[in-house]
């Protein structure tokens, strides 16, 4: 039986309004989907710098969070190895250490 490594996942799901002169309403004119729980304040900003020459709004945010999973397997042959700061430290202490030991006083 193949192990899994799971995570849940938090997204929000920003919906850009902007007025119709012509209706006189706002409108909904696209949605914007952003990593992590994100409050009105943020999401004004995020759609401001998507929408540079219109005037938008938040008109809602959508929080979700999905769970994912992978087997082991697929997620090492997939995944970026990361060094521990704390071991390249003392990796590199080693290096030091040993030079110094080598080269004459």
Known sequence: MAKHITRTIASTKIVVGEFNK??????AIGTLTE????????ATKIIR??????QVVVLDLIQDEAKYKID???????A??????????????QVEADLSEELPA
């Open 22 to 27: 012509e209706a006189q309403e706002l409108v």
């Open 35 to 42: 990593e992590g729980k994100i409050e009105e304040e943020k």
């Open 49 to 54: 710098k998507a929408f540079p020459t219109q």
């Open 72 to 78: 082991i397997e697929t997620f090492i042959a997939n």
């Open 80 to 93: 970026e190895k990361v060094e521990d700061e704390v071991e390249q430290v003392e990796q590199v202490e």
